[in-house]
């Protein structure tokens, strides 16, 4: 893994650097979330990687100790009816840019994973493929909001039985388009993609078969 400590992690005129990650870009429910983290060089933490890479057990443990190290953290969020709104890609963008605007550090530089990065005022963005890979204090965004996510899906499958969030997280596993099409979309699932347009599209149409 690249190290963002020294001229990366903290430059050397104490200006802090900060990577930043997403999570829930690909599902058909939930929203998409962002993480930002600014890594402390003096408390580094083992194991950071990617968070797809670690078991929930591992993400969760590796999360608490991100909050409890790091210089700063924060999450950003865009919600299902901005995704359909303005498009995940651009939702995606809102949701970094406002992690990066929670953050409590004095950042001017933000190491984006993948290769397309928001607009962020007063802070420029670097973009890194692969960066949640690669670099901690990416690595470190993606766990803590790949944690947040989940655990905000878990809670979900308590009011929308039957689609198992708790197990897929929205993604679109065969158990969730089989739920989907035999129980329908809830508020929760993103319109504007095609397997929920398509189970909107059925839903309407056995409504307007068993109408008089």
Known sequence: MRDLFGERGVLANGVDIAGVDEVGRGPLAGPVVAGAVVLDPAHRIKGLKDSKELDPNEREEL?????????AWALGRAEVAEIDRINILRATLVAMRRAVEALT?????AYIDGNTAPMLPDCAAVTVVGGDATVPAISAASIIAKVARDEEMIAASASYPGYGFECHKGYATASHLAALRELGPTPLHRRSFAPVEDACARQTQLFADVTP
């Open 63 to 71: 999360a608490a100790l991100i909050r409890e190290r790091a210089i």
């Open 105 to 109: 550090a004095d950042v001017r530089v």
